[in-house]
């Protein structure tokens, strides 16, 4: 497994922007396919969006053409750029790492879009 550090969220109005990010810690992306899920209240973690080896990405119907993954090799850092947040989108938020099989998974952190 690997640390995984998350940063950003927060409250924000609907049609808003928000930005999360998640540090691999003392690694690098090298043989990881990356990825982000959500748990809104009351439902099961779902999800989001994804960075596969190969270079590909992938989203969840819902937020194709709002959301964008991206990572930072450099800065051994994975990103969601969350544009036109609607209410429907407040959930806390989880990074996720898997390799050979064996997934790790940031603390979470909460995203709140006001209507």
């Known amino acids: 497994q690997v640390q995984l550090v998350q940063s950003g969220g927060g409250l924000v109005q609907s049609g808003g922007s928000l930005r999360l990010s998640c540090l691999v810690s003392?690694?690098?992306?090298?043989?990881?396919?990356m990825g982000w899920f959500r748990e809104a209240p009351g439902k099961a973690r779902e999800f989001v969006a994804q960075?596969?080896?190969?270079?590909?990405?992938w989203y969840q119907d819902s937020v194709r053409g709002r959301f964008t993954i991206s990572l930072d090799n450099i800065k051994s850092t994975m990103y969601l750029q969350m544009n036109s947040l609607k209410p429907d989108d407040t959930a806390v938020y989880y990074c996720?790492?898997?390799?050979?099989?064996?997934?790790?998974w940031g603390k979470g952190t909460l995203v709140t879009v006001s209507s």
């Open positions: 003392g690694r690098t992306f090298s043989g990881y396919t």
């Open positions: 960075f596969a080896g190969d270079g590909s990405t």
């Open positions: 996720n790492a898997i390799r050979n099989g064996i997934p790790s």
